[in-house]
């Protein structure tokens, strides 16, 4: 018998355990929980040999028995994942840890992780057959979705909050999108899309509505334990909105486990969240199963403003069952290590990243993290894409003027 491209088994879902089939379209289970992919891990493993991975393709595809599509023919790609997981000598020594890595995420298409999210979502949505789609989103989500629909000749509708980046409007308007702006949170968001999806039938591809950009991100988890030839690091930290990224990685690590590919699974989860949105950290606090519902949120690192998610208890079980952490740093900590980051490593970092390495000191100076650990932060973005967290200050020189050697040096402030 040929080969299986996907060993994925059915939807579970991630509250009441009912079996859902992969597939047929589905959004959340009749008692509204989120559905979560199940894979035959036996015929998986069967099917892929961990020492010739690096023999496949160059692209989170080629984890494509851990992924939920039947035909290859229906992936939609940008060039997404396989990013660099970089060694940070200088700024681990300035932070006093021996052993810290970033995965920089900004190297995706659409300069964040979430291209993995849609190349795993789109893809999926195009074999059954869906024609559009609408994403409630901070930004970053929605300019992943808005170009790789526009690839898959998918229509999209994108709601996002009025405040949100410019760039992100403009990506997604570049992308033929139809897209709106609300006058709210991404929480007002989410009821707008649920509403297209009523009225106009339209495919709800909000985060945890659809069960497959947590397949998508789950390739982090994935490429990370390649990158480290298999070996799980002590600590992963990982910016935390929805959560659906922390989520993932350890998905990623408990099926990995399961598959007897990494033997030891001693790897802690570190949420971190901004000071001004922490909601999950707040019940981690607590030993809370979920999270309240945070009110006046905002943070600088926009991504992670989350009020409330529908993951939070898939968040925090993750959290306790890796022995890990939840801490929040605030927009001006956040901001000064995107400097340190950048200066210490010319590595230009989003503030959400930031606030992982951040957040990384912080529990490194209560001791929950120890300077031998081996301690991987994501960098979920690109720099490039929050041009206002940088304040330029550049005297303007003619040929010929005197330049003193502080002008360099005060560059940027
Ligand atoms: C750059 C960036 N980092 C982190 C996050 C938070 O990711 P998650 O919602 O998976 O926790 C987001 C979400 O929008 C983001 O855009
Ligand atoms: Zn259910």
């Not at 995420?105 to 789109?122: I, L, S, W």
């Not at 999926?124 to 808005?146: F, Q």
Request: with cysteine; aromatic share 6%.
């Amino acid at each position: 018998m040929a080969k299986k491209f996907t060993a994925i088994e059915r939807l579970e879902c991630s509250l009441c355990g009912k079996s859902y089939d992969p597939f047929e379209i589905q959004n959340l289970c009749q008692c509204g929980g989120s559905l979560v992919a199940r894979y035959d891990l036996e015929e998986a493993k069967e099917n892929m040999d961990k020492r010739n991975m690096s023999k496949r393709v160059l692209s989170p595809w080629r984890y494509h028995e851990l992924l939920p599509l039947r035909d290859p023919r229906n992936i939609v790609t940008l060039g997404e994942g396989m990013t660099p997981l970089l060694q940070m000598k200088h700024l681990g020594e300035k932070l006093g840890l021996k052993d810290l890595m970033i995965k920089n995420e900004g190297m995706n298409p659409t300069g964040t992780f979430k291209a993995r999210g849609a190349t795993a979502g789109v893809s999926k949505a195009k074999e059954l057959g869906i024609e559009s789609v609408t994403v409630p989103t901070n930004g970053n989500a929605g300019a992943a979705w808005a170009t790789y629909a526009a690839r898959a000749g998918m229509e999209s509708y994108i709601i996002m909050p009025r405040n949100g980046p410019e760039i992100a409007r403009k990506e997604i308007t570049a992308a033929g999108s139809h897209a709106y702006l609300v006058d709210g949170r991404i929480t007002d968001a989410n009821v707008i899309s649920e509403q297209l999806n009523q009225d106009y039938g339209i495919f709800n591809a909000a985060t945890l509505k659809e069960p497959y950009r947590l397949e998508g991100k789950k390739t982090m988890g994935l490429e990370i334990m390649e990158q480290l030839d298999w070996e799980p690091p002590d600590v992963i930290a990982f910016p935390t909105g929805g959560g659906v990224g922390l989520v993932g990685i350890y998905k990623a690590i408990r099926e990995l486990n399961e598959m007897g590919w990494i033997h030891d699974s001693k790897t802690r989860m570190v949420c971190v969240q901004a000071a001004g949105c922490a909601p999950i950290t707040e019940a981690w606090e607590k030993k809370e199963r979920e999270s309240v519902m945070w009110e006046e949120s905002d943070t600088v690192a926009f991504g992670m403003n989350v009020p409330k998610s529908k993951g939070d208890f898939m968040v925090l079980e993750s959290l306790y069952s890796s022995g890990g952490y939840a801490t929040s740093v605030d927009d001006n900590d956040i901001l000064s290590t995107k400097q340190m980051i950048t200066k210490e490593e010319g590595l230009f970092a989003c503030p959400e990243g930031s606030s992982a390495v951040a957040g990384i000191k912080k529990l490194l100076d209560q001791g929950f993290i120890d300077p031998s650990d081996k301690v991987i932060v994501l960098n979920t973005g690109s720099g490039l894409k929050y041009p206002d967290t940088v304040r330029t200050l550049m005297p303007l020189l003619q040929p010929g003027d005197e330049i003193s050697i502080e002008i360099e040096e005060n560059q940027e402030s």
